[in-house]
Nanobody
Framework: QVQLVESGGGLVQAGGSLRLSCAASGSIFSINTMGWYRQAPGKQRDLVATITSGGSTNYADSVKGRFAISGDNAKNTVYLQMNSLTPEDTAVYYC???????????????WGQGTQVTVSS
């Protein structure tokens, strides 16, 4: 089994900052990519940022320059530093990992349970 546990969400005023963490645990051989997605009420789940095991990052245009994703391969953990938050950033933030559970096996994706981020105006 693989578990992704997110933490760090909460309520913050516009212009403030939050840092999300996501730790993957369980039967993991290697992680290819970890990332953050978000889903606002009534909307689809959208990409926020991803990072590969090699450190390559990708960001949604809406968060470039404000959010920073980083990872700790030794801890199977990914972080999302969110600065200059606006009410439009309010959503449930989900962590995703694409990983192999054993060597030379296909990759599978796993999702965390989500953490609420609310930005008040």
């Amino acid at each position: 089994q693989v578990q992704l546990v997110e933490s760090g969400g909460g309520l913050v005023q516009a212009g403030g900052s939050l840092r999300l963490s996501c730790a993957a645990s369980g039967s993991i051989f290697s992680i290819n990519t970890m990332g953050w997605y978000r889903q606002a009420p009534g909307k689809q789940r959208d990409l926020v940022a991803t990072i590969t095991s090699g450190g390559s990052t990708n960001y949604a245009d809406s968060v470039k320059g404000r959010f920073a994703i980083s990872g700790d391969n030794a801890k199977n953990t990914v972080y999302l530093q969110m600065n200059s938050l606006t009410p439009e950033d309010t959503a449930v933030y989900y962590c995703k990992a694409i990983l192999r559970r054993v060597a030379d096996s296909p990759t599978y994706q796993y999702w965390g349970q989500g953490t609420q981020v609310t930005v008040s105006s």
